[in-house]
């Protein structure tokens, strides 16, 4: 049960130092290690420094910063004061860095020293420019430490605007998708507990860096969830870099992306490299063909777990699962998402026909912007909301399916519910009818696919990204 008075900041940080796991160590960094009571006082010690300036609760904070100690606690410290984080790439281009701070509104900005002047030279022109917090200044550092050690968490209802992820701007540029509170516990106890099984002893590592959603979750609040820990480091990723850290902090489970996997198994030195320590990897964010998976497995022997999630539902939803991995499948439905496949009026498809796979579960947008900073509200709005070509996907034994084509997509929006359906086009065939396969609900994708999106809403609210997300359910 998800409590109906919730911050992030107090269920996976305060909470750990309240069980008297204080002293457990919570981020990993070449230089140092951080306990989580150490993590409790910096992001206090944020806080304290946003109240100071008159930041308020719910205001836009834009945190853009290299993964390490610094945006652990800068982004807990905007949790905790009820502020709204807002994760944007630190490297990203001065166009793009501009649209984000005209287009969120943002009131403050949490920003590498090194980068200050760049980033002051697009928001100068700003109706409203933010404060500038140059992390790593002197100054900056110096009003951090004269802050109190304390500062209670804001009493935050658990649908309150929490996190600000942008989805691809594949039609454009990117889009935020305002997440609650709820949905990162949700996706964290459903996927991170339930198909991951986090526990205390991992040390988590990512390819991707903090401010994609998929390691917001998978490497930050998967372990802080179970007193765990993560290991961070702010170099771009590489297989050099990466073998290097894997080698220095031994993690256990490694998030990844199948453009790194194909670079780690390529590279001269992945017969020497030592991923012993590792009990499983994941892999989204793009198609894992199976044959780059067969790469893997002789080059590592470590399980991988290919799964799909969407900005708009926060995280996974659908996964393979430790011990039961499909190559060149997507896997299952995480529990406690649900999945059917229907057509333009809302029916369940017969077979044969091309349908759409609409998922339902409890993370999912709050709303997401529109246009300078307004969250878009409507009824039915998905009139020209189309794809431009529609994936189709083909089942096979076993409920496991394969697409046949990738979709693009275009975006709308709306606000009115917290339970999400995303939408899928697919083609639904005929699984034998056997008493094992009725009750299937694998999913799978063939490899060369894409997953493009298009998100339409329906005259109930529910969000409907259509979408070669490939797949399929087993009826």
């Known amino acids: 049960m998800i409590p109906v008075r919730l911050n992030l900041a107090g269920y996976f940080l305060d909470a750990r130092v309240a069980e008297g796991r204080g002293d457990r160590v919570a981020?990993?960094?070449?230089?140092q290690l951080f306990s989580y009571a150490d993590v409790a006082q910096r992001s206090s010690r944020t806080a304290q420094l946003l109240a100071s300036d008159d930041i308020r609760a719910e205001e836009r904070v834009i945190v853009a910063l290299p993964d390490g100690i610094d945006f652990v606690a800068a982004l807990f410290g905007i949790l905790r004061r009820g502020s709204v984080v807002v994760m944007i790439n630190p490297d990203t281009t001065p166009e793009?860095?501009?649209?984000?701070?005209?287009?969120?509104?943002?009131?403050?900005a949490f920003v590498p020293?090194?980068?200050?002047?760049?980033?002051?030279?697009?928001?100068?022109g700003l109706a409203r420019p933010p404060r500038l917090y140059a992390v790593g200044s002197p100054e900056c550092s110096a009003r951090l430490d004269a802050q109190a050690g304390e500062f209670q968490p804001l009493d935050t209802h658990r649908d309150d605007p929490a996190i600000w992820l942008f989805s691809g701007g594949t039609t454009g540029h990117p889009k935020g998708v305002v997440q609650t509170h709820r949905s990162f516990v949700n996706t964290t106890l459903l996927y991170g507990h339930g198909v991951l099984g986090v526990r205390p002893g991992d040390v988590t590592m990512a390819v991707p860096k903090l401010f994609f959603g998929y390691a917001t979750g998978a490497n930050l609040f998967f372990p802080?969830?179970?007193?765990?820990?993560?290991?961070?480091?702010?170099?771009?990723?590489?297989?050099?870099?990466?073998?290097?850290?894997?080698?220095r902090h031994r993690p256990t489970?490694?998030?990844?992306?199948?453009?790194?996997?194909?670079?780690?198994?390529?590279?001269?030195?992945?017969?020497?490299?030592?991923?012993?320590?590792?009990?499983?990897?994941?892999?989204?964010?793009?198609?894992?063909?199976?044959?780059?998976?067969?790469?893997?497995m002789r080059a590592f022997g470590v399980e991988l777990l290919d799964g799909l999630g969407t900005a708009e539902m926060w995280h996974i939803f659908i996964s393979n699962r430790p011990g039961e991995v499909v190559?060149?499948?997507l896997g299952r439905v995480v529990p406690g998402f649900d999945v059917k496949l229907c057509?333009?009026?809302?029916?369940?498809?017969?077979?044969?026909?091309?349908?759409?796979?609409?998922?339902k579960g409890g993370s999912g947008e709050l709303?997401?912007?529109?246009?300078?900073?307004?969250?878009?509200?409507c009824g039915r709005s998905d009139r020209g909301v189309r794809p431009r070509r529609r994936a189709r996907v083909h089942r096979r034994a076993f409920g496991l399916a394969r697409a046949c084509r990738r979709t693009a997509g275009v975006r709308s929006i709306a606000s009115r519910s917290l339970q999400i359906a995303a939408r899928h086009r697919l083609r639904r065939h005929a699984a034998p009818d056997t008493s094992r396969q009725s009750r299937s609900r694998r999913i799978g994708a063939k490899a060369d696919s894409r997953r493009g999106a298009c998100l339409a809403i329906d005259v109930l609210g529910y969000n409907r990204a259509s979408s070669c997300g490939v797949g399929t359910v087993a009826t």
């Open 113 to 124: 020293a090194d980068r200050l002047q760049v980033f002051e030279a697009q928001t100068a």
């Open 327 to 329: 190559p060149g499948t």
């Open 253 to 296: 489970i490694l998030i990844n992306v199948p453009t790194m996997i194909q670079q780690m198994v390529a590279h001269p030195s992945a017969a020497a490299a030592d991923l012993s320590s590792l009990r499983l990897a994941t892999s989204a964010g793009e198609p894992l063909p199976s044959e780059l998976h067969d790469r893997w």
């Open 367 to 377: 709303s997401a912007v529109t246009s300078r900073g307004q969250g878009g509200r």
């Open 224 to 247: 802080f969830s179970v007193g765990a820990s993560c290991a961070l480091f702010p170099e771009r990723c590489t297989p050099d870099a990466l073998f290097a850290q894997v080698a």
């Open 27 to 31: 981020v990993r960094t070449a230089p």
């Open 343 to 359: 057509g333009d009026d809302g029916g369940e498809v017969a077979p044969g026909e091309l349908g759409a796979r609409w998922v």
């Open 96 to 108: 793009l860095l501009h649209y984000f701070f005209d287009y969120s509104r943002a009131t403050a």
